[in-house]
């Protein structure tokens, strides 16, 4: 399975968009729907802008509430000083908690990617909120493909 997050248009009304989110890294998947705005979006695509600019480079989205309806969280940051970086991915399922937490499934995996990776998942990002539909993908890198070290 090849490495990959992304985000696409459900639904839409003149307040929020309703968004499909997936994610997966070798044996790993999840998937959810949850509620946005385009305003979130631009936000993120402001704030991945030139990510990263230092090592210490941190840029997170939301969208849900944890242990409610649906959760997406995505943390961007340097796993290392040379700036190679890496996406934590955390999905909820869209199922209502209304007797037991143990209901929602949850999913959080690493991410690695390229840098040229990051530019074409903003370049679809900003496809997706000027159309108002579509998807844009964040494409990782492969377990075999690694070559990063980070002893520390």
Known sequence: MTPRFSIGVIWQD???VEIEAAACIEQFSGLT?????YDELRKLCTSLAGFPTTASSRVQFSAGKVDSYSFLSVDFYCID????????????SNVPTNYRPQEK?????????????LDEFLSGLKRLISAQAGDAVLQGIGEYTRNIETKT
């Open 33 to 37: 729907q949850v509620y946005t705005t």
């Open 14 to 16: 003149d307040d929020l």
């Open 81 to 92: 000083h040379a700036g190679h970086a890496a996406a934590q991915i955390t999905i909820e």
């Open 105 to 117: 499934h949850r999913v959080r995996l690493e991410m690695q990617f390229e840098p040229l990776a």
